[in-house]
């Protein structure tokens, strides 16, 4: 028999790209953007499978998730200092905010990190899906390209991050009625 969908699944299709919102909700709230191709989430369990004699394959109820990374991958087209530095852990900005200078090696400091990075979603039916990360930082290089009739894409690939407190979460996926967004009302 012909698998038909529900008006309540095809009204729960996300659509359009989505919007990155650094910490949500906060007084350091800020929109990233422009960007160009969306937004890119993955999250990543690690299972390892327990082995034993006469095993056949991968055995329902013989796995352990012992851990869990995720990713959020974006192309910012803003060339703003405060953007740069998101794909520059340890910079430092000038009080005026004009310079960035390289920073120190060693231990990143908890600042440094981003404390939330919310990607904000809109379905069919005008609700909203947001996914929070926690404690994201890029990791990668830092690309900055000037070519003839384009512009400069830089790529961001924060990566959410544990703290010391054994209670820390890396994500959270909430629906609501309302757009999420508080900057810009």
């Known amino acids: ?30 929109i990233l953007g422009p960007t160009r191709g969306g937004v890119e989430v993955t999250i ?14 991968k055995t329902a109820g013989m796995q352990v998730k ?3 990374d995720a990713t959020v991958k974006v192309t910012s087209l803003c060339c703003s ?18 310079t960035i200078e390289q920073g120190d090696f060693g231990v990143i400091d908890q600042q440094q990190y981003i404390k939330t990075i919310d990607v904000v979603t809109q379905m069919l039916d005008k ?3 947001t996914l929070t990360f926690n404690y994201g930082l890029h990791e990668g290089a830092f690309t900055y390209k000037a070519v003839s009739k384009a512009e400069n894409e830089h790529s961001l690939e924060f990566i959410p991050h544990y703290t010391i407190d054994d209670d820390s979460r890396l994500f959270k996926i909430t629906d609501s009625d309302e757009c999420p967004i508080t900057k810009g009302d």
């Not at 405060?82 to 905010?97: I, R, T, V």
């Open 1 to 30: 028999m012909l698998r038909v969908f529900t008006e309540k699944e095809v009204k729960k299709i996300q659509i359009d790209e989505g919007i990155v919102v650094l910490n949500l909700g906060q007084e350091t709230e800020e």
């Open 81 to 98: 200092q405060e953007s740069l530095m998101h794909a520059l852990p340890n910079a430092k900005l000038s009080e005026d905010k004009k």
């Open 44 to 57: 990543t369990p690690e299972i390892r499978d327990i082995e034993f004699d006469g095993r056949r394959g």
């Open 66 to 68: 012992d851990g869990e």
């Open 127 to 129: 609700t909203y899906k």
